[in-house]
């Protein structure tokens, strides 16, 4: 069975597509702290990202990076943090997220809402900055 990412992936399931190239896909989080959450994934489905080969964990990571300067361009931030928690989907993922606190990465806040016009802003805003 596939998980929802790669449905994702796959064009199954509609996403916000931030950047992809032919291993990694990142997509804006539709449940997010913050405006410019973003989730980073390998195409490959892999349930745990410590189980992803040393090779492609740091290609994920080096993807993750371009992309998290598209999201500090875009969205006012100090920083973009980075949080793997794994724990909800069965696929290797990291949470890109900007902040200007630690209270910004606490998941036991409220999930903001956007509206789809919001969240296709978003993406056109960091991606002008990729």
């Not at 449940?31 to 090779?55: Q, R, S």
């Not at 992309?67 to 993922?93: E, F, Q, Y």
């Amino acid at each position: 069975m596939s998980s929802i990412f790669s449905k994702i992936v796959a064009g199954e399931i509609p996403s916000y597509k931030i950047a992809e190239d032919e291993k990694f896909y990142a997509f804006l989080d539709i449940n997010p702290l913050v405006e410019g959450h973003t989730l980073v994934i390998p195409k490959k489905e892999i349930d745990y990202i410590f189980d992803l080969e040393d090779a492609l964990l740091s290609e994920m990571m080096v993807f993750a990076k371009k992309v998290s300067k598209g999201i500090n361009a875009a969205i006012p931030c100090n920083r973009v943090g980075i949080v793997v928690l794994g724990l909800d989907v069965p696929h290797a993922h990291i949470h890109l997220i900007p902040i200007n606190s630690a209270d910004d990465i606490n998941f036991s806040r409220p999930k903001l809402k956007f509206t789809p016009e919001e969240f296709k802003s978003t993406v056109e805003k960091i991606q002008e900055n990729l």
